[in-house]
């Protein structure tokens, strides 16, 4: 089994990688605690591309990493790349983003999700991207999922992410539907791997 480290400090997008990654041939390890990677990128794809390529660098294994947020459209797709940066907390953060939306009739929203693998070098191997259409509520509903979850109503389930059960918010989520677009890439980069069709030149 190949090692692959899962480049997140998010506890609540950590239990739902596991959970998608759980049937695949790869052994999962946690990145190290101290190695926070500060996001510079202006898309989630930079940023996703960035956290998988420091952390396998660093690790010198393969690295996975997610970047993902919420887009507003009256707000003009705030709070966007900056989603994890509104508050300190996730109550904060939803408190804010209920004030700055206030009685706005358009609660137009989507959840953004795109994944990085990265090679011990730190090259990127690997992307894939999962949107997930909704409307911001004007207060929570739902106890499960993390983040934003109990704010973020799906029209097509009649539920908030927080009232779903982790297999259905995984049916129709951004992170759901970026890990299923990932998984037959993966599976195909495992078997290269172990066919010695991917080989790595090493660090100088
Ligand atoms: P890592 O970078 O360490 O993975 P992070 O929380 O900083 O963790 P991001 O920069 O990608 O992650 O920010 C994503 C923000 O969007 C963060 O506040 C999440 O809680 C929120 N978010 C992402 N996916 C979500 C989901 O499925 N449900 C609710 N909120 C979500």
Redesign the pocket.
């Known amino acids: 089994m190949t090692k692959l480290v899962v480049?997140?400090?998010?506890p609540?997008?950590l239990r739902?990688m596991q959970a998608y990654l759980k049937d695949t041939d790869w052994e999962l390890q946690l990145k190290p605690e101290e190695l926070e990677i500060e996001?510079t990128g202006e898309t989630f794809t930079e940023?996703a591309c960035l956290?998988a390529s420091e952390v396998a660098k660093a690790t010198g294994e393969w690295a996975l990493?997610?970047?993902?947020?919420?887009q507003v459209y009256a707000l003009n797709g705030s709070p966007g790349?900056y989603?994890?940066r509104?508050g300190t907390s996730?109550s904060d953060?939803i408190a804010r983003l209920l004030r700055e939306l206030g009685s706005e009739v358009n609660r137009k929203a989507q959840?953004v999700?795109v994944v990085a693998i990265a090679s011990p070098d730190g090259n990127i191997a690997i992307q894939a991207e999962g949107l997930c259409p909704g409307e911001i509520l004007h207060a929570p509903r739902g106890d499960g999922?993390?983040?934003?979850?109990p704010i973020?109503y799906v029209p097509e389930k009649q539920l908030t992410?927080a009232e779903m059960t982790p297999d259905v918010?995984k049916s129709v989520?951004?992170?759901g539907k970026a890990f299923a677009a990932l998984l037959p890439q993966l599976s195909n980069l495992q078997f290269k791997i172990s066919n010695g069709e991917v080989s790595l030149q090493n660090p100088q």
């Open positions: 480049a997140t400090s998010n609540g997008k739902e996001e940023n956290k990493a997610d970047d993902s947020g919420l790349v989603s994890a509104y996730d953060r959840f999700c999922g993390f983040g934003y979850d973020f992410f918010k989520s951004h992170r």
